[in-house]
C-alpha cells in the first residue's frame, strides 16, 4: 500500500511563505505528475479548486491568481513534489491536497490523495 504524505501547513502571517511537500510512502513508486489543490472553509471536497499542476516533462501550469506566487517543484530522488507560496494573503486559508499519479517500478499508475494539510493566514 502506497500513501502520499503532506507536510509544510502552518500559520503564517500575510506576505509570508510556506513550502509544502507531498511524499510517496514507499521508495519504489515515483511520482509522474501532480496537481495542488485547496479546500476553503465551509467547501467540500467537490469543491476543491486546482491551484497548480505540474507534469512528466516538466510542464506547469498556474491559475491566474497565483501565477507568480506559487511554485510547483519535484525532487524524483526524495519522490516529492513542492509547492512553494510566497506572498500568501488571507483568503488563501484553506486545507491544500496534493493529488499525484504514482507508479512502481513497472507497474500500472494511479492517482492517489494526500491526507491534506491546513494553511492559516493571518492578517
Avoid: H
Avoid at 492517489?112 to 494553511?119: C, D
Amino acid at each position: 500500500q502506497v500513501q502520499l504524505v503532506e507536510s509544510g501547513g502552518g500559520l503564517v502571517q500575510a506576505g509570508g511563505s510556506l513550502r509544502l511537500s507531498c511524499a510517496a510512502s514507499r521508495s519504489d513508486f515515483s511520482i509522474n505528475a501532480v496537481g495542488w489543490y485547496r479546500q476553503a472553509p465551509g467547501k467540500q471536497r467537490e469543491q476543491r479548486e486546482v491551484l497548480a499542476t505540474l507534469i512528466s516533462d516538466g510542464t506547469t501550469y498556474y491559475i491566474d491568481s497565483v501565477k507568480g506566487r506559487f511554485t510547483v517543484s519535484r525532487d524524483n530522488a526524495k519522490k516529492t513534489v513542492y509547492l512553494q507560496m510566497n506572498s500568501l494573503e488571507p483568503e488563501y486559508t484553506a486545507v491544500y491536497y496534493c493529488n499525484a499519479m504514482l507508479q512502481r517500478t513497472w507497474g500500472t499508475p494511479a492517482w492517489y490523495w494526500g491526507q491534506g494539510t491546513q494553511v492559516t493566514v493571518s492578517s
